[in-house]
């Protein structure tokens, strides 16, 4: 690609970013430096010097780091297994691997509650074998809550490093591992030595997808009442009825924390980039799984899934609830919540509002991830790193902060009045969706693009094929799933999205599913078994059009990322 | 794919027959969507019947109440700048009276003409300006508080059993018993003006207590008294705040979980607890879950409706107060559903704050005639100059006393019980229930009063009180493991010594005692 080229596309993408994320952005951090119409720092050293905030941020990190081990864990030799071996059942598991993803907002939590709850499932579990009784049951909910959080978004968030483990794994050359064989390094060399560094690039996309978003996860300390966590404080902040300016100065702690670890990172695994590796061009035999292995491989997957869906069945179990207390299942079950929250005015125009505003965001995305992964991996720009780095952030920034931003720009009188979300929020509805969800794409674009040799495309160009061509003709279909891949979990996240559309959806017109699962939450009585069955709706939906996609393209779900 | 798509489809209800022409009204309001449909509903077939055209409201979800109050301010502000009246909305329907005179003090809002046009409901009788110590209506006319609502106690009666409490909480102090450990679900305070109002009442009933105790009435109440009264407030507060399990702004959790037994009891709005409690008791024949208003520690309060300046509908909105504050508007908040003037689909169960509507001709279609809310509160009165000037100061108290060392306090708490409870250690009760030097009641609480009103010195101040609050904490706990420590070596010692009294009771003076009656009584005898 030619330079002018490289600098036109970084120029559009940059362009994009300042207005539609720097811009809102910094209308709202404003009240970290500006006080009473005069810049101040006092804001910032405030909130750095206060010891709970500190702690919080100190905490926040540990709680990053510890879920990414627990992530890598539970997601490396997940991976490993599913590249190297085949075994019945494993295209079943491929194709569920998202499913741990898909948890609708809200009700997610009453799911988990209702099975960790005092006198929730697994209580009444051990009540029935005589483990404990009814005075003295463990809380669950309450107890070791720096771990019970760090597992539980472990087994949220695997999915999103196996992915890029397993896609990572499959590209590797065999041949290099069989030449270190050859050499006598035995399997845990091979593995340590070779297959590690090669797939590098993978781990680090799915490791950094996960540590920026447990670093910043509210959901699920919120869940725990964890609250010493610097997300949970912004969010605590931000709801002050005294209008406190600290939260936004948390916000612009946590950005440039991001920001440096995400630098850090990358500055490490780039010692682990070798750009001549060969894709594995001759095709890996798979070692077929039986008698001890096979049992074991799928006890490991079934153990893991089922951990991870427990919050999935939650929902599911309390959609039909009419009673559920004290007992492993519940005493009484209805159909009628289904038929009250699917029949509700609001459902409908929620569902196709969704399927409009996250297939465009979906679209955007991956059009803009491609041109920034291109400019990252395939030019020589001296700021492309930056660029790299500043797709990453909106994973840091909460989302009601942003939603503020967009408010805030789009009021009369100011440059994107056009835009108001009061008249019609369409338009801010996919731009904030696409900014949200655009580092998925650029993550898997972008490892698609590390394990591709630069040489297929140089040989297109020494032909005579225009720079266009050869994006076309050879970049595209071979990082094509990649980029499926990540407008997949773009698509998905943006029809689960809540602060944005909480707060631009304003009339019911225009609501999104998230908003009309969070009014069916608010009625009292049985707002929240009408939100669950809705919500297991939406789960339904989600995963058949995954499945759906999949069947359009031919291929299972965990090979998605396989070029 | 198709069949799941087809589902709500299938379901979804027929469209409403849209008349022609209709005025539109534009109003920003956290209430639900069961508020929304039934006054909408009930407002543009009064409306039609009055004034003989129907009315679109185009209602603006945004968000809980805070959500909205940074949405005007961000809103007025561009609006100014552009030279603009107004934000485009006309009404502000829902939130809290606090929230309401805020954004009267921004200039947001602007007098309605409600008390030029109907003067007759603003009477003792009917719309009190003020009662249980709360504010009905702005003196300004700006805004106009509909229905009401109070903080109370739910609890669940399998957990109180299960955790050995005979004798279930029905005032704020029952939540200080260290049984409730952890099993406390607390309202926050920092996220709503009407939870950190729910706490003042808190306070002013211990004052009150203090008084009764002293033998003093609030006209001879000295400033000792006050601080005394003041001090236990705090420390109720306190150690209420140890037991919690957490302290939440979202209105539902509470009632849920105390529902689910998640926690044993917590501090709810009234019609959250009763719809709660109602719904268990229908879905689930359980009357586990119950609701209690403490007795002379409760304020009800309202939620009001203002017109927000500017307001490009304002004749529509004019008639939209009037109709929540007529009788026709005010059946709507509690009546039975499908009764004479009452929603028809959703039951809302809030309480009008008409006070002529707690009449038996009402009262029999009502879904809580029992509440009766100008009857079970206000008995005693409310003292303004005692606890409003320090509204703001309570708020970063708690959070810096409670919200933000909970950890820290939780451990001192539980470290005290451990070692017998605060009878038996003094000292760490004394570093537990310290007090920085601002938060002392008298002239320094007000220096304190004064700091909050400036952003910047808000955070310093809490920040130091957050300091304070831990390493009194920290001690506390290492205090109250020393002088566990220390129970148990004098227990050791005692132990030991009364150990060596039997050695030296069964070893040397019982036998020298036998030796000496045996040779006594033979001695004796003959």
Redesign the interface.
Known sequence: MKQYQAIIIALLTAVFFVFFFFWPLLWVLRGAVV?DGHF?F??LR??L????YAEGLLNSLAMASATTVIVIIIGLPLAALSARCTFPGKHLFSSLILVPLILPPFVGA?GI??IL????MLNAILVRVGLCD??NVF?W??SGRFFAVALTEALHLYPIFYLNAAAALSNVDPSMEEAAASMGLSAFGRFRRITIPLIAPGIFAGGALVFIWSFTELGTPLIF?Y??LTAVQIF?G?????????PYALVAIMLIVVALIYGAGKLLFSRWQYAVIQKGTQARTLTPLRGIPLVAALLVFTFIFALAVLPHIGVILTSVT??W??TILP??ITFDHY?NA???????PS?RNSLFYSSLAAVIDVALGFMIAIVVERTKLRWRGWLDATAMLPLAVPG?VIA?GY??MS????IFAALNP?NNPTLLLIIAYSVRRLPYVVRAASAGLQQMPAAFEEAGASVGASPARVTWKITLPLIGANLLAGGLLAFSFAMLEVSDS??LA???VHYPIT?ALY??????????YLAAAFGV?AM??LF??IL?INRLIGRKLGNIFQI | MLLLLAVPFLLRPGKEAKSGARLPLVIVSPHNEAVQYEFERAFRRWHAANFGQDIDIDWRNIGGTSEIARYLDSSFQAAEKAGLPGIGIDLFFGGGEYDHALQAKKNHTTPCGLRERHPEWLVPDIIPSRFSGETFYDRDDRWYGCCLSGFGICYNEDSLKYRGISSPPHQWQDLADYRFFEHIALADPTKSGSINKAFEMLIQQQIFAQLNARGKTAENAQPADLAEGWRRAIDLIRRIGANAKYFTDSAGKVTVDVAQGNAAAGMCIDFYGRFESETVERNESSARMKYVMPENGSSISVDPISMLRGAPNRKQAERFIDFCLSVDGQLIWNTRVGQPGGPIRYSLRRLPVRRDLYTAKYLENMSDPQALPYQNTGRFTYQAGWTSPFFNVIRALIKTMCIDPHDELQHAWKAINDAGGPAACPQAMVVFSALPPGAEYGPALGQSAAATANKLEEAELMRAWTIFFRNQYRKAAELAREESRQKAQRHKVMKKARDNWSVLFFCHIVPVLTLCLWNYVPLCLS
Not at chain 1, 49 to 52: C, E, H, M, R, T
Not at chain 1, 411 to 414: F, L
Request: hydrophobic share 45%; net charge positive; aromatic share 8%.
């Open positions: 006080l101040t006092s804001i405030a909130a010097l206060n010891p709970v009453i509650r209702q709850g005092q006198y929730g009814w005075a809380d909910l309450g009442d609250n010493r605590d931000l709801k002050d009825i005294g209008s406190n300016p600290l009419l009673a207390y004290k005493s009484k038929l699917l029949g509700h005015n609001l459902i409908v569902i009601i503020f408010i805030g009021q009369p009188g100011a009061a909480l707060m304003q009339k019911q908003k009014e069916l939450f608010q009625l009292l009585g049985d707002g929240r709706w339904a939906f058949v059009t759906g």
